[in-house]
């Protein structure tokens, strides 16, 4: 199966191969060139210890030179007047490997060297070294006494190149050690850091059976990302359950507002049925379906309002706050006069504010309606004006005002204060609710002062 744990263990895998194959080339690189080094530093060394040995001793001492210098795995071959004076390998031996260095003419062997050991000796190549058939020698020429003494020091190609081999078997076997290591140490490494994954997962997938909103995830405690992730995964599920809470308690009273109305259509119907009735009565029970059917048109139209706005992409345009304030005045007069309440205005003019025309008319039209709704005497007040780049909006009343507790709940839909207090004026309790996603929408902000019994004042902060 595809799964993220296979993907990452692939992965470190991959990788982990990659960095111990490179580190083994450089180090088998680096290897063989000290091994190389180290063996052609032999070789001088002994050449060294041999000419001056051969150079201040005689010839008795030269013959045992074996027993002064350590030649280790070196083969030594000394020439007096171009006989073997020395050898540390057979007679067949010696013949052989100094056919071997004679089979070229000495002139030539400078050549030959060069062509030869450039491939071996790439770094720390000297002139003198050179390789005859599987040998490495370096040799040098002294004369004393009128004699002449060939000095060739070598080693078997093969001794050098089984270190090697020992070397480059060995990097192998270790690498192979530390990447079976490192796969086991990264399975469960991987594995423990995956299995908040797998749990998440799994209860996902239960609560996607159970289908109960109610349920969530068990706190991670990891510290990391899952603990985000399983937080953030709750908080969502708060929202949802919020949300779908907020339909139901919507629906529920949608449905219970609508109710109410048609039950007082159906009983004034059967009323007017009665055909016993007075043509009085009959007109008084049309003014009570006159009034509910009314009340039913303004909560469809309000709930229609309200669907629009969740659903409308609301463009930024601008609106004249006075010229609008003024509108709303203008329809509401005659209720205001009804009521006997004073108007005070104090509005600048040419207010631009960044909002819909339509939806700024419907904000305060609501507070305006609202204010000579819940004031019987006294007065009401509207301010607008300029504050540097802000707009202010103030609508104030003598009226019922509203407590602490109800402060916090006006805007939620439905919201009614004291419902016998409030019954007896006309509403469905979606006027601020409205109000409240509208400045939401365009964000402005929207505060509420108020008193019992002294007034309320609503103060919406525009961007101008
Ligand atoms: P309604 O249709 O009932 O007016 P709103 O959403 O407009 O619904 O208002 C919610 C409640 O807030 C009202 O029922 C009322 O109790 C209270 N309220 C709103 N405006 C005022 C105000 N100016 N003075 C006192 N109470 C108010």
């Known amino acids: 199966m595809k799964s993220v744990k296979n993907k990452l263990f692939l992965g470190f895998a991959i990788l982990i191969f990659l960095i111990l194959f490179i580190l083994s080339l450089i180090s088998i690189k680096v290897f063989s060139v000290n091994q190389k080094n180290e063996s052609l530093g032999l070789l001088d060394e002994t050449l060294f210890s041999i000419t001056d040995l051969i150079s201040k001793n005689d010839d008795r001492k030269i013959e045992n030179i074996d027993r002064y210098v350590n030649l280790k795995n070196q083969f030594l071959i000394i020439l007096k007047d171009k006989k073997v004076f020395f050898t540390n390998r057979s007679n067949y031996r010696t013949n052989d490997i100094l056919e071997e260095i004679y089979e070229e003419e000495y002139e ?45 020091v070598g080693i ?13 078997f060995g990097i192998i076997v270790l690498n192979s050690t530390i990447f079976i290591i ?22 996902v997938n239960s609560l996607q059976n159970g289908n ?50 048609l039950t007082v259509i159906q009983g004034e119907i059967e009323l007017c049925q009665n055909s016993t ?31 629009r706005l969740d659903k409308e992409v609301l463009k930024n345009k601008k609106a004249l706050l006075d010229k609008i304030t003024f509108e709303s005045i203008e329809l509401n007069l005659e ?20 909002f819909d025309e339509k939806y700024l008319y419907i904000v305060i039209n609501n ?37 602490k507790e109800d402060k916090s709940k006006i805007f939620e839909r ?7 207090r409030t019954c007896s004026k006309d509403g469905i309790g979606l006027g601020l609710s409205i109000v409240k996603k509208i400045c939401d929408r365009f964000e402005t902000s929207i505060d509420i002062q108020s008193k019992e019994m002294k007034g309320s004042t609503f103060k919406l902060i525009f961007t101008a």
């Open 108 to 152: 030539d062997r400078e050549k030959h060297h060069h062509k030869k050991d450039m491939d071996f000796f790439d770094k720390g190549e000297k002139k003198d070294y050179f390789r005859v058939d599987e040998y490495i020698l370096i040799y040098d020429i002294l004369e004393k006494n009128d004699n002449d003494y060939e000095i060739y």
């Open 156 to 168: 078997d190609e093969d001794i050098v190149e089984g270190d090697l081999r020992n070397i480059l």
């Open 182 to 203: 490192l796969l086991v140490i990264g399975y469960f490494l991987i594995n423990r850091t995956i299995k908040p994954l797998k749990v998440i997962l799994d209860e």
């Open 212 to 261: 109960d909103l109610s349920k969530r995830l068990k706190e991670a405690n990891t510290k990391d990302e899952f603990e985000q992730l399983t937080n953030s995964f709750n908080k969502m599920l708060n929202n949802i359950e919020n949300s779908v809470d907020n339909i139901k308690q919507f629906s529920s009273d949608a449905s219970h507002e609508l109710k109410t109305p």
């Open 277 to 307: 009735k007075s043509k009085e009565e009959l007109s008084v029970s049309l003014e009570k379906i006159n009034k509910e059917q009314k009340k039913l048109q303004e909560i469809i139209k309000n709930f229609l309002l309200l669907s």
């Open 335 to 354: 209720k205001i006069e009804a009521k006997n309440l004073e108007l005070k205005l104090d509005i600048e003019e040419d207010l631009e504010v960044d």
């Open 367 to 403: 507070l305006l309606t609202n204010a000579i709704k819940y004031t019987n005497e006294g007065f009401i007040a509207l301010i607008a004006k300029r504050n540097g780049n802000k707009i202010i909006f103030e609508i104030s009343d003598s009226g019922i005002g509203i407590s």
């Open 414 to 420: 439905f919201y009614r204060v004291d419902k016998a």
